[in-house]
């Protein structure tokens, strides 16, 4: 068993390493890790002894990290820890990379617990962030930037950026619009194949197929059945009359691997620079095969520079997966180049219905023959819950109908329910926000007699099939297609004919979820459309255009930064006077509010009284952490009115049971509830519910 020892903050990790030469043991020392500068590093004190490893170690991560070692280290690429005996006292230093990195796998693997999916979350969402705290410090040590930097230069550099940024933006955006790519959407019961065009801001549903599949060829699933589902999708192509060869397909989520990772802080140089190391996946993802068995897809949500980290959205499929399906898609003579997965490109549909208020109070939920899980997107992170359903409960579910009282089918909606209510209570207990309503996709033909049972077991959260046909133009010759009664079973197709091949980096300027590729040859596509949209272009009107920009910029800034300075002669004493009375009412403000509140209280109180004063303390430790008041008045008696706003109707009984509890309180009761209906009352309850409590104290 490795037994790993954290210090330093957790940046540097000792551990137990045991060599072997021929199965046999030949050493057991302490060995030193970290991870600095998007590289693992590793060093073996060169002693069992763990006091004196310690000593040793840390020494070395000193020396790291203050950058002694930084010489030692350029001369030495290719050696990972390669140190002098200067350097650190009679350390052996590890010089062999690949051996680092099997160390670092058999130990990965030796501390798991048999529940490793459980034990992979943990990982995943429980980091130490304490590490990061000295990152940011150190990327300003090691940068290469020239001192005395002029603020002008700066403002120049900054402002040529925005202008590329905006640039990219534009052209991207342009070659998005330009694109035909064609969703295919493969499962074991059918194929359905669509393609949209945009118009103004309408989008319009030029071509749309739906091909019913056998299931007896397909009852080993689609991969295994390559061969008839490839003829299938020729023919569904055929009758769709869709010209493009290039579409958009997608993957089960249950053969891809999603996670939001939080990572320290990087630029996306050093990102790409750990990522091609593998030693950014390995060591925050830690996948129990090798990483060469995986596509893999990452796209940076968020960088929070207070905290020094920044949060990635991972990923990952088994190539023999992704090679399976795109097969499929070539053999019928068709281009892959979009894999997304299937939750997302519902969640992409779903963001085009844009009819739908308050979309971050949404949820999606598939239910199906197949696929069963919950998605909320929070912030561009996704939350993945996944239904767990025998095969006999989907065949229940499946065979269900409204006019036969089933009894197996109730208890397989009240299981499945438990396990949304579960889903939707941790999602709501992390983020503290409410999920209102539920849109349903299925491939289930009684999707509608079931909503029932469901309904009844989720009694305050709105349940609808989603319609993902509701806003977009359905030209005469595609309505009898698409005039059927679940048109759920569309919404993946849709969400794949969104979908463009972002060549540009388009999507990076909007949002993570959108821009998903599983192919492993997307580079090359890109590279490919690239070329193929530039040459579209006037290179001689495209250069004369950017060039007339570039001196019309620059005459402009150069006009811009001596108006500016003439503006900003006096700033320094402007911005003194400003910041003394900005100081000043900060201070008086502060003054008032005080002044106001006590007045407040001192009008519905008299201090004198011993009793009430009590009673008010009593009452103020009963308040629960979810509950708030908005008023209390005091009669000047034996009656307390409490009003206020609590999160859930639990929240207002425990407050109540607390009050009844205390020694000076004769006996409280709930007086009435409402929910806000104001415009100011909705701004501030934000879901909560309205109460008024009657206290009556003992006389």
Same mark, same amino acid.
């Given at each position: 068993m490795?037994?790993?020892?954290?210090?330093?903050? =957790?940046?540097?990790?000792?551990?137990?390493?045991?060599?072997?030469?021929?199965?046999?043991?030949? $050493?057991?020392?302490?060995?030193?890790?970290?991870?600095?500068? =998007?590289k693992?590093?590793?060093?073996?004190?060169?002693?069992?002894?763990?006091?004196?490893?310690?000593?040793?170690?840390?020494k070395?991560?000193?020396?790291?990290?203050?950058?002694?070692?930084?010489?030692?280290?350029?001369?030495?690429?290719?050696?990972?820890?390669?140190?002098?005996?200067?350097?650190?006292?009679?350390?052996?230093?590890? #010089?062999? #990379?690949?051996?680092?990195?099997?160390?670092?796998?058999?130990?990965?693997?030796?501390?798991s617990?048999?529940?490793?999916?459980?034990?992979?979350?943990?990982?995943?969402?429980?980091?130490?962030?304490? +590490?990061?705290?000295?990152?940011?410090?150190?990327?300003?040590?090691?940068?290469?930037?020239?001192?005395?930097?002029?603020?002008?230069?700066?403002?120049?550099?900054?402002?040529?950026?925005?202008?590329?940024?905006?640039?990219? #933006?534009?052209?991207?955006?342009?070659?998005?619009?330009?694109?035909?790519?064609?969703?295919?959407?493969?499962?074991?019961?059918?194929?359905?194949?669509?393609?949209?065009?945009?118009?103004?801001?309408?989008?319009?549903?030029?071509?749309?197929s739906?091909?019913?599949?056998?299931?007896?060829?397909?009852?080993d699933?689609?991969?295994?059945?390559?061969?008839?589902?490839?003829?299938?999708?020729?023919?569904?192509?055929?009758? $769709?009359?869709?010209?493009?060869?290039? &579409?958009?397909?997608?993957?089960?989520?249950?053969?891809?691997?999603?996670?939001?990772?939080?990572?320290?802080?990087?630029?996306?140089? #050093?990102?790409?620079?750990?990522?091609?190391?593998?030693?950014?996946?390995?060591?925050?993802?830690?996948?129990?095969?090798?990483?060469?068995?995986?596509?893999?897809?990452?796209?940076?949500? /968020?960088?929070?520079?207070?905290?020094?980290?920044?949060?990635?959205?991972?990923?990952?499929?088994?190539?023999?997966?992704?090679?399976?399906?795109?097969?499929?898609? !070539?053999?019928?003579?068709?281009?892959?180049?979009?894999?997304?997965? !299937?939750c997302?490109?519902?969640?992409?549909?779903?963001?085009?219905?844009?009819?739908?208020?308050n979309?971050?109070?949404?949820?999606?939920?598939?239910?199906?023959?197949?696929?069963?899980?919950?998605?909320?997107?929070?912030?561009?992170?996704?939350?993945?819950t996944?239904?767990?359903?025998?095969?006999?409960? @989907?065949?229940?579910?499946?065979?269900?109908? +409204?006019?036969?009282?089933?009894?197996?089918?109730? /208890?397989?909606?009240?299981?499945?329910?438990?396990?949304?209510?579960? +889903?939707?209570?941790?999602?709501? /207990? @992390?983020?503290?926000?409410?999920?209102?309503?539920?849109?349903?996709?299925?491939?289930?033909?009684?999707?509608?007699?079931?909503?029932?049972?469901?309904?009844?077991?989720?009694?305050?959260?709105?349940?609808?099939?989603?319609?993902?046909?509701?806003?977009?133009?359905?030209?005469?010759?595609?309505?009898?297609?698409?005039?059927?009664?679940?048109?759920?079973?569309?919404?993946?197709?849709?969400?794949?004919?969104?979908?463009?091949?972002? &060549?540009?980096?388009?999507?990076?300027?909007?949002?993570?979820?959108?821009?998903?590729?599983?192919?492993?040859?997307?580079?090359?596509?890109?590279?490919q459309?690239?070329?193929?949209?530039?040459?579209?272009?006037?290179?001689?009107?495209?250069?004369?255009?950017?060039?007339?920009?570039?001196?019309?910029?620059?005459g402009?800034?150069?006009?811009?930064?001596n108006?500016?300075?003439?503006?900003?002669?006096?700033?320094?004493?402007?911005?003194?006077?400003?910041?003394?009375?900005? +100081?000043?009412?900060?201070?008086?403000?502060?003054?008032?509010?005080?002044?106001?509140?006590?007045? @407040?209280?001192?009008?519905?109180?008299?201090?004198?009284?011993?009793?009430?004063?009590?009673?008010?303390?009593?009452?103020?430790?009963?308040v629960?952490?979810? &509950?708030?008041f908005?008023?209390?008045?005091?009669? =000047?008696?034996?009656?307390?009115?409490?009003?206020?706003?609590?999160?859930?109707?639990?929240?207002?009984?425990?407050?109540? /049971?607390?009050?009844?509890?205390?020694?000076?309180?004769?006996?409280?009761?709930?007086?009435?509830?409402?929910?806000p209906?104001?415009?100011?009352?909705?701004?501030s309850?934000?879901?909560?519910? =309205?109460?008024?409590?009657?206290?009556?104290?003992?006389?």
């Amino acid at each position: 068993m490795t037994n790993i020892i954290s210090t330093k903050d =957790g940046r540097l990790h000792i551990y137990v390493r045991q060599d072997k030469y021929k199965g046999k043991l030949k $050493s057991e020392n302490w060995v030193g890790r970290t991870f600095h500068n =998007g590289k693992q590093k590793v060093i073996s004190s060169g002693t069992t002894n763990l006091e004196e490893a310690k000593i040793i170690l840390e020494k070395w991560y000193d020396d790291l990290i203050s950058g002694k070692l930084e010489e030692n280290l350029d001369n030495k690429e290719n050696n990972i820890n390669n140190f002098s005996e200067n350097d650190i006292s009679n350390p052996k230093s590890v #010089e062999n #990379e690949q051996e680092i990195k099997e160390n670092t796998k058999d130990e990965t693997i030796e501390t798991s617990t048999p529940n490793v999916e459980e034990e992979k979350k943990k990982k995943l969402f429980n980091i130490d962030l304490s +590490a990061l705290k000295n990152l940011s410090s150190l990327k300003d040590k090691f940068s290469f930037k020239k001192k005395g930097t002029n603020i002008e230069g700066v403002e120049k550099k900054k402002s040529l950026s925005n202008f590329k940024k905006l640039f990219s #933006e534009k052209i991207s955006k342009a070659n998005v619009a330009g694109e035909e790519i064609a969703g295919v959407d493969i499962s074991e019961e059918s194929i359905k194949i669509a393609q949209l065009s945009k118009k103004d801001s309408d989008w319009i549903l030029e071509k749309i197929s739906l091909r019913l599949l056998d299931k007896n060829k397909t009852a080993d699933g689609i991969i295994n059945s390559k061969d008839y589902v490839s003829d299938e999708l020729k023919l569904a192509m055929d009758n $769709s009359k869709i010209a493009t060869t290039n &579409v958009a397909i997608s993957i089960p989520v249950t053969s891809a691997i999603i996670r939001v990772v939080t990572s320290p802080l990087m630029s996306d140089e #050093e990102l790409q620079k750990a990522i091609e190391t593998d030693s950014l996946w390995e060591n925050l993802v830690q996948l129990t095969d090798d990483l060469n068995e995986y596509s893999i897809f990452h796209q940076v949500i /968020s960088r929070n520079n207070k905290t020094n980290t920044m949060e990635i959205l991972f990923v990952a499929s088994k190539l023999s997966d992704v090679n399976s399906y795109s097969s499929i898609v !070539k053999k019928a003579g068709l281009n892959p180049v979009i894999m997304d997965v !299937k939750c997302f490109t519902l969640k992409n549909a779903f963001d085009n219905t844009l009819k739908i208020e308050n979309k971050a109070n949404n949820a999606l939920l598939e239910i199906g023959a197949e696929d069963n899980y919950l998605i909320i997107v929070h912030d561009n992170i996704p939350i993945i819950t996944d239904i767990f359903l025998r095969p006999n409960e @989907k065949e229940i579910l499946s065979q269900h109908s +409204a006019n036969i009282n089933n009894t197996d089918t109730e /208890s397989v909606v009240r299981r499945y329910s438990m396990q949304l209510k579960q +889903a939707l209570s941790d999602y709501e /207990s @992390k983020y503290t926000s409410k999920i209102n309503n539920i849109k349903i996709v299925s491939n289930l033909n009684n999707i509608e007699e079931l909503i029932p049972l469901f309904r009844k077991n989720l009694l305050n959260t709105g349940l609808q099939v989603f319609d993902p046909l509701n806003e977009i133009k359905v030209p005469e010759y595609n309505k009898e297609k698409t005039d059927i009664k679940n048109r759920s079973i569309y919404t993946s197709v849709l969400g794949l004919a969104y979908r463009k091949l972002d &060549v540009f980096g388009y999507y990076k300027f909007v949002t993570a979820v959108k821009n998903i590729n599983l192919l492993p040859n997307r580079d090359a596509l890109k590279r490919q459309t690239k070329m193929k949209f530039l040459s579209g272009f006037a290179v001689k009107g495209l250069v004369g255009g950017i060039a007339a920009l570039y001196i019309f910029l620059i005459g402009f800034s150069f006009f811009q930064i001596n108006s500016n300075k003439n503006k900003l002669v006096n700033e320094n004493n402007i911005q003194q006077e400003f910041n003394l009375i900005t +100081a000043e009412h900060k201070k008086a403000s502060k003054i008032a509010n005080d002044m106001e509140k006590a007045l @407040k209280l001192g009008s519905m109180v008299n201090s004198n009284q011993t009793i009430s004063y009590r009673a008010l303390a009593q009452i103020t430790r009963s308040v629960p952490q979810r &509950v708030q008041f908005t008023n209390l008045n005091y009669n =000047g008696t034996s009656e307390i009115i409490i009003t206020g706003l609590a999160f859930s109707d639990q929240d207002i009984i425990n407050f109540i /049971s607390n009050l009844n509890g205390k020694d000076l309180i004769d006996q409280a009761s709930l007086k009435a509830m409402n929910v806000p209906t104001g415009q100011d009352d909705l701004q501030s309850a934000n879901n909560k519910k =309205g109460f008024t409590i009657l206290c009556k104290l003992k006389t």
